[in-house]
């Protein structure tokens, strides 16, 4: 009997710990053309998550997260673009119908993904790991264009809501921080 409880003890730590050391790393997304999108591929690289929407009173974001991506992406910053129609229907459109949107409206050449939730039972397991307690910064993504940085190991760093402009001084004193 005691053997049995230390066995599962040593499973229910080993399980924990290994939860504890769960990043953005171990997720993969599904990019806009269908193609798998593992977040591994960025490691050693800071990543601007963003929940983002074609029909909301922030989509002109698009246009600075363009200028931000353009600024510093051969410094080593990535911004991965995620559509999600979450937030009062904001994203209707198809995948082709987002890029083609993204590309001929506001120019974006940095990456996107499929449409995905980012809140509620739906969630996709990124966005519950991003706004889980363990996260640093716990909440539901409040509306679209939510901004999550990531550091190189994968782990969040910081997280800003839709209102925070990405040239905002606030974002790229952190986005500088995140690439030293």
Not at 34 to 42: A, I, N, R, T, Y
Request: glycine content about 8%; proline content about 7%.
């Amino acid at each position: 009997m005691r053997q049995i409880f230390l066995t599962l003890f040593a499973l229910i730590f080993a399980s924990t710990a290994a939860m504890a050391e769960t990043t953005a790393h171990d997720f993969s997304l599904t990019g806009i053309d269908g193609k798998p999108m593992p977040l591994s591929q960025f490691k050693g690289h800071p990543v601007l998550v963003v929940n983002t929407a074609s029909e909301c009173g922030y989509t002109p974001q698009y246009e600075d997260l363009e200028k931000l991506w353009l600024a510093y992406k051969d410094k080593g910053l990535v911004i991965v673009g995620v559509p999600c129609n979450d937030f009062g229907g904001q994203e209707p459109g198809t995948e082709a119908e987002i890029k083609k949107f993204c590309s001929s409206r506001f120019e974006v050449t940095f990456p996107l993904t499929s449409k995905v939730s980012a809140k509620g039972k739906s969630a996709h397991p990124l966005f519950v790991a991003l706004t889980g307690k363990e996260a640093g910064h716990p909440g539901p993504v409040s509306w679209n264009f939510n901004k999550f940085l990531l550091g190189p190991d994968g782990k969040l760093l910081a997280r800003f809501d839709s209102s925070v402009a990405p040239e905002s001084a606030e974002l790229q004193a952190v986005i500088e921080k995140a690439l030293k």
